[in-house]
Structures are given as C-alpha cells and as structure tokens.
C-alpha cells in the first residue's frame, strides 16, 4: 500500500486532477500499479471456494471475517474464531508443498475441529508453560481427528508442518557456566 501512495504522490505531484483520479481508483495505472505491489491470495478472491468447502465438506456455514497482516511487525496475528466469524488473514501467500488456498482450507478445517470436538478449558490459574502444553496437545488432538476422518487432509498438514534441521537432534554441550 505504501508503494501504491508513494507511485501517486510521486507521478502526480504537479497534477492534482491526476492525483485525484489515481487515488480514486479512476486512472488506467492506479489499479496496474496496486496489482504489481500485491503479493499472495486474497480471502476476497477465494471466499466463495471457502464458503462452499465449509458448507460442502464439513456443513458448516459461518462468516468469515478478514483480518489484516500489514502492520503486524512485532507479534503476527492467529487465525481464530469467535461469536461473530472465523477470523482469518487477509492474505496468504504459497509456501513449499502448499498453496495458499491449501493454507486457507487448512486452517479452516482444523478451526471447524476445535469447534465440533474441543471444550473449552478454564486456564485462570494455569502457568503459560501449562497453557502452551495443553493448548499443542489439543491442536494435535484436533488435528489426528482430522486426519482420522478426512485422510486427504494429511498431506497438507504434513506439507505445513516445521521440518527440523538434520542435526537438529544432536546434544549440544551445557554452557560452560551451567557446569557445576
């Protein structure tokens, strides 16, 4: 978006009619230029795919509400759901063995998961160390189910899955320090 205002300020600096037109989305090049700075899929261009795959495969029919991840510099928003829609990234973007489409059906799929097959827990007094560990056992809880039931799914959870380094496994030393 920044590249799309700047392109404008700069090329019409002396016209404003020009200006005008290019921010109004009116001249020839304003939606050229907007179209060479995106990057990923839009959930706009593939909602309809998506309402149909929660209505088709899972007779699910809620919302989805786009949320966006321009400004996320310092934490990166999650996919969630809620009473008014299931939230999901405005874009995405390919990744290695899985579309971005993929990606959208994926995080969908596991969100319907937790909705017919996870209650929800009280975690008032848990530690994050407790919380992060029950909420990796259920997402993998959810995810077997998934699997379990719909096998297809496994390739893409596979393909989005982190694959550790080889010598990941390898101990390492304690520092020095540690050593008593």
């Given at each position: 978006m920044r590249n799309w205002v700047n392109y404008g300020v700069r090329n019409y600096l002396q016209h404003p009619e020009r200006q005008?037109?290019?921010f109004s989305l009116q001249s020839a090049d304003s939606p050229a230029v907007m179209q060479r700075e995106r990057h990923g899929t839009l959930l706009v261009d593939v909602e309809r795919k998506l309402v149909l795959y929660l209505r088709g495969l899972w007779q699910?029919?809620?919302?989805?509400v786009p949320y966006s991840t321009a400004f996320?510099?310092?934490?990166?928003p999650q996919p969630y759901y809620d009473s008014l829609g299931m939230r999901l990234p405005d874009v995405l973007d390919d990744l290695p063995g899985?579309?971005?489409l993929d990606r959208y059906r994926a995080?969908?799929?596991h969100m319907v998961g937790h909705r017919r097959w996870s209650t929800p827990q009280i975690?008032?007094?848990?530690?994050?160390?407790q919380r992060l560990a029950v909420e990796f056992f259920e997402d993998a809880r959810i995810d077997t189910l998934l699997i379990q039931t719909y096998p297809g799914?496994?390739?893409l959870f596979l393909a989005l899955h982190p694959?550790?380094?080889?010598e990941a496994w390898i101990q390492r030393p304690p520092p020095a320090c540690a050593i008593a």
């Open positions: 005008k037109d290019f699910d029919s809620e919302v989805l996320a510099t310092l934490r990166k899985a579309r971005a995080t969908l799929a975690a008032d007094n848990w530690s994050p160390f799914l496994r390739a694959k550790p380094a080889e």
